[in-house]
């Protein structure tokens, strides 16, 4: 193929579905929103009526990437029998997250009807406490922006919202659904707090207007998505003739379980296989324990057996039986019917062994100062609360810290040098002091902190 043959990827040149009008604000736009709630929505009998603004988190690259194609992209589905192209057309507009004028502008207006964000664990802010950060700069940075000028640029997550809200109120544009889809327990609940705290700060006249106009949304999202390679967007061009600057590779595998209510309403999500729930809590329970702990218990353990990706390291016996171990552990406390749980872990093996996605151990590996909180440590107390020891969860708390310590994956942590102090001196102080880091409770409790100290030892001595 000649350059001059090649086509980027445009509406102009007869790509996508036209552009849907923006009812939808979307904060956090990365692979997985694109894999995802993006692909809900093009898959929605009613996307025409259905429009994102997406906005990126701090680097502009993807806006960069997306806006020349009109925010165009091809979704690739990595099955264990080959590759299926798509492209997706539900991002009617793509803005970096500088673009603070043109977030207020779509928050004003009576057409938006939810607010949508993937911004990660770390986004939320939260103290130790669960509540804002308040000691946190770009918290405090933001309220005072917001009290002096309430269309100041501001760049947290709760502050962007307060800022939108602020203008939403002020221009009498209605209801809104604002739906957390990032890994947390209770991810409505823990928006609505941090948005709530930095409005009381701000405005405290805000707070009630909040709470009688605005939808907080729970849900439990799922869908392994990789990061895109060079290779990727050369199989992109070879398979289908076109530039794409920005393809996204996922699984066949999706799931999205949503909680809430949509007061302006919402696509047809359902009719793409979102499930409408009254309690999300088991799905995100299972989800957050099983998938996302294994993970995080790979990410740790198994790049200290030198492995790289999911694929890769569930083939190793023992990874697959500190696998089943910590998945015992977990299933015990998980409210749903055996039946669907052992249907469910079936379902991951299958996930994790596509010999076509290569889920990177290192990218999970990432901020685990906020993710073993959310995916460990409720199995390790109810384990406790029994009388047991839970040998899987200590593991995976071990792998933790030897991950701080240097062995496996590198560490990547918003709070990196908080928690590398926590992993020096002798394996038993840091085994303290990573347990008090994650619940000074957890550290009081002498046989776990001598479970957590023997699994240290064991992973250590798998590199000899
Ligand atoms: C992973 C998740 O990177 C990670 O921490 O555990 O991104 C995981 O792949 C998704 O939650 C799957 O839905």
């Keep these: ?125 939260r103290g130790a406490d669960g509540h804002l950060d308040l000691t946190n700069p770009g918290v405090v940075a933001d309220i005072r922006a917001l009290r002096a000028d309430p269309q100041a640029v501001v760049t947290t997550t709760p502050g962007r919202i307060v800022a939108g809200l602020i203008g939403r109120r002020a221009a009498a544009a209605g209801k809104l659904a604002i739906v957390s889809c990032d890994n947390l327990s209770h991810n409505g609940e823990v928006l609505a707090t941090v948005v709530a705290e930095l409005a009381a700060e701000v405005d405290p006249g805000l707070v009630g207007w909040i709470a009688a106009n605005v939808a907080f949304g729970t849900t439990m999202v799922d869908r392994i998505t990789p990061a895109t390679t060079e290779e990727l967007k050369a199989s992109v061009l070879a398979a289908t003739g076109t530039v794409d600057e920005a393809p996204v590779p996922t699984e066949p595998f999706s799931e999205w379980v949503i909680q809430g209510e949509f007061p302006g309403g919402r696509p047809a999500w359902d009719a793409a296989g979102a499930r409408i729930v009254d309690d999300v809590a088991p799905f995100e329970r299972r989800k957050l324990a099983l998938l996302n702990g294994s993970h995080s218990l790979l990410a740790y353990a198994a790049t200290i057996l030198g492995h790289e990706t999911v694929a890769d390291a569930i083939r190793d016996p023992r990874c697959l039986a500190w696998v089943e171990q910590w998945w015992d552990e977990a299933c015990a406390h998980i409210p749903l019917p055996a039946g669907e749980l052992a249907a469910y872990r079936q379902a991951l093996l299958d996930r994790y062994r596509n010999p076509n996605i290569r889920h990177a151990l290192a990218q999970i590996a990432s901020d685990g100062s906020l993710k073993i909180a959310v995916r460990i440590l409720h199995t390790l107390r109810a384990e406790l609360a029994e009388g047991r020891i839970p040998a899987g969860a200590a593991r995976a708390v071990a792998a933790w810290v030897q991950h701080l310590r240097g062995l496996g994956a590198p560490v990547k942590d918003v709070a990196a040098a908080q928690v590398q102090a926590l992993a020096a001196g002798t394996l038993e102080d840091s085994v303290a002091a990573v347990l008090a880091f994650l619940d000074a409770d957890l550290a009081g409790n002498e046989s776990l902190r001598a479970a957590v100290l023997a699994q240290a030892i064991e992973l250590a001595e798998l590199t000899r």
Excluded: C, K
Aim: hydrophobic share 40%; no cysteine; net charge negative.
């Design 1 to 125: 193929m000649t350059s001059s043959t090649l086509t980027r990827l445009s509406r102009a040149s007869g790509h996508g579905r036209p552009v849907a009008p923006v009812r939808i604000v979307h904060l956090g736009v990365g692979n997985f929103f694109r894999a995802h709630q993006a692909w809900y929505t093009e898959h929605a009998p009613d996307a025409a009526e259905w429009g994102i603004a997406a906005f990126t988190g701090r680097s502009p690259a993807m806006a960069d990437a997306l806006r020349p194609q009109d925010g165009l992209y091809t979704l690739i589905t990595r099955g264990t029998d080959g590759d299926s192209y798509e492209v997706i057309s539900s991002l009617s507009a793509v803005h970096s997250s500088a673009e603070h004028e043109a977030f207020l502008s779509y928050l004003r207006s009576p057409g938006l009807a939810i607010v949508t964000l993937t911004v990660t664990e770390a986004g939320y802010l």
